[in-house]
C-alpha cells in the first residue's frame, strides 16, 4: 500500500511542482519528470489531490489514493482517455487512484439574471444569508416584479428599512452595493410575538426587483410548473438552497406547530409561535431560507425557513401569497410558445444543454404531450432517460425575454437511444 509521503509526491510531480531545471541538452530524472497523462486533461476532470478511496458513498479510512475528481462519472466508452487504476512512477513503486465524481465546479460569484436558488443578503449584512426564493407580482398587477425571501433574511425580522438594498451574492459571499443589487426591501409579513400562541403563518418578506436583474427559473430547474397547494405525509418534495443546493425530503407532518425565537426591536429575543407548517426530513441548512420548496412535478408548495440536523420545515405557499397579496411567476402564466420562441430559447441556452451528459441533440416538438403549454417546445434528444444530478438535469422549462417581459418555453426530453456515424 502507497503511503502518504509517495502518494504527495506523485501529486507534486503530475502538477509539475517538483521539475528541477534542466541544463540545455540533459535529459529530464525519470523520477521526477512527469508522465504523460492525458486523462488530466480530458473534459469533466476538475482536479487532482490526495484522499481515502470512496466505495459506495462510504470513505475507506486508511486507504490513501491518488484522488482525480470529476464532474461526472461516465460510461467507458465515452471516455476519450480513462484514469487508470493505478500510476506507476520509477523509484515510487505504484500509486492507486480512485475517481470521485463531485459534479460541476462554479465560482461563487453574481450571476445575471440572478436565479432564485442562489444566495443573497441585505448589502453589508454578514449575518443573515439566505436564499433568492422566488419571483412575484402583486394579485392582478404584472408589474413590478418582487423577490421573495423569509423575513428574517432580508428584512432582519421587521428590524431593516423599507428601501434597503438586496445583493446577490448575499454579502458573506463577496456581494458589495452597488454593482451586486438586484433589489430593494418593500415590504414583509410583521411577526406576532407571544409566550403562548401561535399566530404566525409565514417568515416572509418581498424586495422589488431591478428590471433584468433576476429570472424566475430556478437554478437547475426552470420555470415553476405553477403553484400547488397539495400535501401529503410520505410525499416527497424538492427544493433548490444557496448552502446545500439541489435536495429531495420526504414530508412528515402537514401540521405542525413551533415556537420559534426572534430579534425584537428592543434588541430582546422573543417568542413568536409558527402554525401550518410543514416538517420534511433533512434537505437543508443555514443558509437555505427562503429556499423555494416543489413537489416533484415541478409546481411550488412552499418556503423553506428553518430546520436542525435531521428535519427541515417549509410554510405552505398559499399562505405566503395571502399574506403578501402575491402572485407567482410561474410556466402556467403563458401556455401558448411558437417556433421562434423555441428557436431563441434555443440560440441562448443551446451551449449550456449541450454540456449536459447524455444529450444528443435538439428538435422542435408539439408541448401538448406532458406540458402545460400549448404550441411547440424544444425536444432535447438524450441517449437514455435516468437520474441525474440537478446541475445535470434538462430544464422543464426555459425563460427567455421578448419585448422585455420573460417568458417561458417548454422542453421534452426524448430518448433517442446512441447516436452514431451511419446508424
Known sequence: MANEQNIGQALDILTGETLAPQSVGSAPDPATAAPACPWMHSQGVCGIGLAERVTSGQQLIDDLTLKVYVERKLPTYRCEH???????????????????????????????????????????????????????????????LYLVGSSHVI??????????????????????APQDVIANLSEWVPLKFSNTAFNNLVD???????????????????????VSTKLARGMNVQKVGAQTSYSIAQIKDVNLRLPSSYPTANGQIARAGFTDQVLTTFYAAPGDSSAP?????????GQHF?????????????????????ELVTAADDHTCDGSDCQSALDEHEQRLSALPNVT??????????????GQAIAVYVERKMDVASEDRVPSTL????????????????????ITPGG
Request: glycine share 14%; aromatic share 2%; proline share 6%.
Open 82 to 144: 480513462l484514469v487508470p487504476s493505478e500510476l506507476n512512477l520509477e523509484e515510487l513503486g505504484p500509486i492507486p487512484i480512485d475517481v470521485e465524481e463531485i459534479g460541476r465546479l462554479e465560482l461563487h460569484a453574481a450571476s445575471r439574471p440572478a436565479s432564485p436558488g442562489s444566495s443573497i443578503s441585505l448589502a453589508g449584512n454578514f449575518s443573515w444569508t439566505g436564499t433568492f426564493g422566488m419571483v412575484a407580482h402583486k394579485r392582478g398587477k404584472a408589474t413590478p
Open 155 to 176: 428584512a432582519i425580522s421587521g428590524l431593516a428599512n423599507v428601501g434597503d438594498q438586496i445583493v446577490q451574492p448575499a454579502a458573506s459571499a463577496g456581494g458589495q
Open 204 to 226: 416572509a418578506a418581498i424586495a422589488e426587483l431591478t428590471p433584468g436583474a433576476a429570472t424566475a427559473a430556478i437554478a437547475g430547474l426552470g420555470i415553476p410548473a405553477g
Open 293 to 301: 420548496v416543489l413537489n416533484m412535478q415541478g409546481e411550488l408548495v
Open 306 to 326: 428553518a430546520g436542525s440536523a435531521s428535519v427541515g420545515i417549509f410554510s405552505k405557499i398559499q399562505n405566503l401569497l395571502d399574506a403578501l397579496d402575491l
Open 361 to 374: 441533440g435538439f428538435g422542435m416538438v408539439d408541448a401538448a404531450d406532458g406540458s402545460n403549454a400549448k
Open 399 to 418: 425563460p427567455i425575454v421578448i419585448g422585455g417581459k420573460q417568458k417561458s418555453v417548454p422542453t421534452r426530453v426524448i430518448e433517442s437511444g446512441k
